[in-house]
């Protein structure tokens, strides 16, 4: 084979599909035409927790283009899993407002939609109780937080030692609930056939969707297919899977005939998960130097009745900095809210702005900087695992930004820099992300005419990955990266895991790899390619298998410089840098997107993101884009993004750790900080409302 | 839904009376959100985008008539001199796109306490011309055009033709508090109009009473104080003053965007702000009037 010197990884490589997003030909999941195709309205539940006693159907089967409603009594039964979330219809109790428990099927999506509004439903309604405290007397420890954690943690005696620290720092800090609101609605287009079930749907992972579908429906996953070519855009809330898209496949199932089902952007605040409110005490012991002695971190969150999210929101403390005697816990309680999951950064976004703010108190507590604070306090090892990191470059990256943002001149002092009318202040927070990487499949295929194709199923939500998976291709099979396709986007593809976690580049990324690497032995092996071509598939879980000696996770510094009109209390982000370390960047264009988009929504995280409770009725008041604010482009005058050289061989073939969360991870502290820096007021509680920096 | 499109003022005039309950339409931006959340279900439309007039404006016997259905961007483009204020305040509505199909006429249909183009009106003494066939039209002073949470004094057979204003004979601005740069409903705003020649000062409060409204006495208390000859600089209490007294004139809630006490606290502010700011363009043009 012709061989050209590998290159592709490293530029600035355009999206492979950018042509057909913008000029509409990149179809997502509920553009796919489909013959005969009816429409799904489901009708979530008025009461937040109950038991619904009748429903009636009459009037809606009277309705013209109606085909059918289904609900508890009689909807085709499902198989249990271990998610009761998608127990679609299997039951009459309500165990949360937004519940769907019926659901209209009609020709068209306006006649399902009006039928909907005429199902009569009677409920026997019960108090519901909605309210996180830190206090709930139901408060419980969960066996394990997400992914797959411990929920407590604990080294040496933290008690004995904050109560013997010279310095202390002890604060509560609140994160609200938060909807991930990605620009394309959740959609399903289900149809069974001989072969199974068919779903078109917006996901972040065919493959597992796949996996979770089957057993409800009692079948074989080689018996269902998940399409999923393009998503617009995920955040989390479309990785696990949610009631919808069983609804869908559900309505198939009993009318015959493709069911489209699209989500409203109202009811995806209660079918399509959210991130936890959180309420969270840390408490910091210091000597007078700065050197921490201990940490402590407690979070309390929520779940929904019916199944168990806990979120890992102390798990980043476990790994930052260095102190002998240290403790983190998570406690749950279950409401009668829907089911968490996750969002941008379950657990490291809402935990870090606890940590990093807490931080940023003992520096000034110590009078010491914050960059400075953390250097001294960098470990030599993971404090929680004694294992070396594989590489750890905070240091690096609290420097480099420290330099590019003009940090060395800071005056500490809170609430003294005026610009007319405006209180400026700058804040920079650390943040961290696991290094993850799950088992893969993929092919790799020689065509003759010097074509080689990839197939695997991952997915691209927006980031870049069908790109730099072409990429990485392109350079172990030494071509240029016209000639080589990679086919995502469907479960019929080799099995791949989600995109989640920050790991799908090196999941994925792997499996391409050796499925090059084993295709380009072939081709040397028969001296080229056969005129029939040349297949060879690989599979990582061997690889992927082997534990490892480190301690694996990428790190970053943010520096935010805000302005707050300090008679109005309006704060506004001015400056946004982020530095990270995160490995190898296999594609700098795509990766910058992926950091500036996460600071974003850390921008939109501090100040403006919150799901407001109605505790009266149990739902969220805001469910709309009109008013659950979501940071404008007008909000983010200047936002850069920068990353050190790191070269860490114990990661995966690429040198990459994962990119797409680490951004929001930080953010939120470095802007908290700023402001109190502006104002001299410290907001532990986000998002920092303008009503918030009255004093 | 009957979707009914009258090619001349005359013809939407008989349609609105032939259909009192049909809902016109001009930008859409407020119609077609409440259409698609189902909080209204109009048996018919009545597009006015067709005539042509709405969108148009002119100056009689020194006072501009500006169309109903023009919208925020040729509003900026055509009349900031004119109408700074209001100009100002179609800046700050929504995005491109809203400015670009969002109208007055609409602005003024909805009839929302939160609406930006009401404290300017109110400021600047607009009057609202409505019409029907079967009354013909009438004039109606901004002060008495809103009367309730999204309830106007326009009947159901009236249609809004126009605005009348003069043009600004002295400076006018508008402050708007939203909790983020674009596309935000505001939290509250102020708009004020200074009107040398009669030595009187308008305003206007937004987002913070069921309806649009004026601060009387502070309008009052200012108009006095302020030394209109000399145009000598401000006296802090009385900006500090008329803050309160605009605040004063609030009947505000708390809501998702804020609570009453930040609204009447930040009035207050916008008031002081936007009268320094008037003040010191007025003093500025000591040699020009
Ligand atoms: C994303 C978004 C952002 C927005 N941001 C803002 C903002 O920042 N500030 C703000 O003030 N508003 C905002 N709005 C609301 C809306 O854009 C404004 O109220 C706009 O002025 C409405 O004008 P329109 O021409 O689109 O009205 P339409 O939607 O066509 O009509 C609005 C109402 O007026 C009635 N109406 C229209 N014309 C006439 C007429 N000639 N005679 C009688 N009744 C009439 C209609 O029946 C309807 O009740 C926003 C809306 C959206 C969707």
């Known amino acids: 084979m012709t061989t050209v010197a590998a290159r592709a990884v490293g530029t600035e490589a355009d999206r492979v599909e950018g042509l057909e997003k913008v000029t509409g030909r990149a179809r997502y999941a509920f553009e796919h035409p489909i013959e005969d195709m009816v429409y799904a309205a489901p009708v979530p539940s008025v009461v937040a927790r109950g038991e619904v006693i009748a429903v009636d159907v009459a009037e809606a089967l009277t309705f013209p283009g109606v085909i059918d409603v289904l609900w508890h009594g009689n909807a085709p039964k499902l198989e249990r899993v271990g998610n009761a979330e998608l127990h679609v219809l299997q039951s009459p109790r309500v165990a949360y407002r937004g519940q769907y428990i019926a659901v209209v099927i009609a020709k068209t999506l306006e006649e399902a939609r009006e039928a909907a509004l005429r199902v009569g439903v009677e409920y026997a309604v019960e108090r519901h109780d909605v309210g996180l405290r830190a206090d709930h007397p139901r ?9 797959d954690l411990p929920a407590d943690v604990q080294q040496g005696d933290p008690d004995t030692a904050l109560a013997a620290a010279p310095v202390t720092v002890d604060a509560v800090y609140r994160t609200p609930a938060e909807h991930n609101n990605p620009m394309e609605p959740h959609a399903t287009v289900a149809r069974w056939d001989a072969e199974g079930l068919t779903l078109y749907d917006s996901t972040q992972g065919a493959t597992s969707l796949r ?8 079948i074989e996953p080689s018996s269902v297919r998940v399409i999923a070519p393009h998503v617009g855009g995920g955040f989390g809330a479309k990785g696990e899977p949610h009631p919808p898209v069983v609804l869908a496949a559900l309505a198939a199932r009993r009318t015959g005939r493709p069911v489209k089902l699209a989500v409203t952007r109202q009811q995806m605040f209660s079918v399509t998960g959210y991130r936890t409110p959180t309420i969270q005490r840390v408490r910091l012991g210091a000597h007078p130097d700065g050197h921490l002695t201990a940490i402590v971190h407690d979070a309390v969150e929520q779940s929904s009745t019916i199944h168990e999210f806990a979120e890992q929101t102390t798990t980043p403390t476990r790994i930052m900095y260095a102190a002998p005697n240290r403790r983190t816990t998570h406690r749950l309680v279950r409401l009668d809210v829907p089911t968490p999951s996750w969002m941008r950064a379950p657990g490291e976004a809402p935990g870090m702005f606890a940590l990093e703010s807490a931080m940023d108190e003992l520096a000034a507590a110590c009078g010491l900087d914050p960059i400075e604070l953390r250097i001294r306090n960098e470990p030599e090892v993971d404090p ?3 294992l070396p990191f594989s590489s750890r470059n905070l240091v690096a990256c609290l420097r480099d930004g420290a330099r590019r943002f003009g940090w060395a001149d800071r005056d500490p002092a809170p609430g003294v820099r005026r610009r007319g009318r405006l209180l400026i202040g700058t804040g920079v927070a650390a943040s961290t992300y696991p290094v993850y990487r799950s088992a893969c499949q993929a092919t790799a295929r020689a065509e003759p005419g010097g074509i080689f194709t990839v197939r695997i199923a991952a997915a691209d939500i927006g980031t870049g990955a069908r790109t730099v998976l072409t990429q990485i291709a392109a350079d172990v099979l030494r071509v240029p990266l016209g000639r080589v396709r990679v086919a995502i986007g469907d479960s019929a593809l080799p099995r791949a895991s989600l995109a989640g976690g920050s790991s799908g580049t090196a999941s994925w990324g792997t499996a391409v790899t050796r499925a090059c690497e084993a295709l380009r032995d072939e081709l040397d092996r028969r001296g080229g390619t056969p005129s029939t071509g040349v297949t060879v598939s690989v599979d990582t879980t061997e690889e992927n298998g082997e534990p490892s000696r480190f301690a694996r996770h990428a790190f970053g510094a943010q520096f935010a410089e805000v302005g707050v009109d300090r008679d109005t209390g309006e704060a506004r982000v001015r400056r946004l840098l982020g530095v990270f370390a995160v490995g190898r960047v296999l594609n700098p264009k795509t990766a910058r997107s992926q950091f500036i988009g996460g600071m974003t929504m850390g921008l939109s995280m501090a100040l403006l993101e919150e799901s407001v409770l109605d505790r009266e009725f149990g739902d969220y008041l805001n469910h709309d884009l009109a008013q659950y604010h979501v940071a404008a482009c007008a909000d983010v005058p200047a936002v850069e993004a920068y990353w050190v050289e790191e070269s860490d061989p114990h990661l995966n073939p690429m040198g990459s750790k994962g990119i797409g969360e680490i951004g929001i991870v930080g953010t939120a502290a470095a802007v908290a900080n700023a402001v109190h820096h502006a104002t001299g007021i410290r907001v ?7 009503d918030k920096l009255l004093t | 839904m009957e979707f009914l499109r009258p090619a001349s003022w005359a013809e939407a005039l008989e349609l609105k009376a032939e ?21 209204r279900r109009p048996a018919r439309l009545l597009d006015l985008n067709p005539v042509a007039e709405l969108s148009r404006w002119s100056t009689t016997g020194g006072v501009l008539r500006v169309g109903a259905g023009m919208t925020y961007t040729s509003l900026i483009r055509e009349l900031s001199a004119d109408l700074p204020g209001l100009a100002q305040a179609s800046r700050t509505v929504g995005s491109p796109q809203i400015r ?3 109208s007055v006429g609409g602005n003024l249909g909805a009839a929302s306490p939160a609406g930006d183009s009401h404290p300017p009106l109110l400021a600047a003494d607009a009057e609202i011309e409505v019409e029907s066939r079967a009354r013909g039209s009438r004039l109606i002073p901004a002060t008495a055009f809103y009367q309730g949470v999204k309830r106007s004094a326009l009947a159901p057979d009236e249609l809004i033709r126009a605005f009348h204003v003069a043009p600004a004979t002295g400076p006018q601005y508008f402050s708007k508090i939203g909790t983020r740069n674009a596309m935000v409903i505001a939290v509250c705003s102020f708009a004020i109009a200074l009107h040398p020649r009669r030595r009187a000062v308008g305003t206007g409060i937004g987002s913070a009473a069921p309806t649009p409204r004026r601060a009387g006495a502070a309008e009052e208390y200012i108009a006095a104080e302020l030394d209109w000859d000399s145009r000598a600089a401000l006296d802090p209490r009385v900006v500090a003053r008329f803050g309160e007294l605009v605040a004063q004139a609030a009947s505000p809630i708390d809501d998702v965007r804020g609570t009453a006490d930040y609204r ?3 009035l207050g502010v916008l008031a002081r702000r936007t009268l320094t700011w008037a003040w010191h363009e007025h003093m500025r043009e000591r040699t020009t009037t």
């Open chain 1, 139 to 147: 408060l419980y420890r969960p066996e394990r937080v997400n992914p």
């Open chain 1, 211 to 218: 996996d979770a579908v089957a057993p409800l429906f009692g």
């Open chain 1, 384 to 386: 929680e695992t004694g």
């Open chain 1, 684 to 690: 532990r509680d986000l998002p920092i409302r303008l």
């Open chain 2, 19 to 39: 259909y009192p309950d049909a809902v016109p339409i001009q930008g859409g931006t407020d119609v077609m959100v409440e259409i698609n959340f189902d909080l």
């Open chain 2, 100 to 102: 670009n199909r969002g």
């Open chain 2, 264 to 266: 009447r606290h930040a």
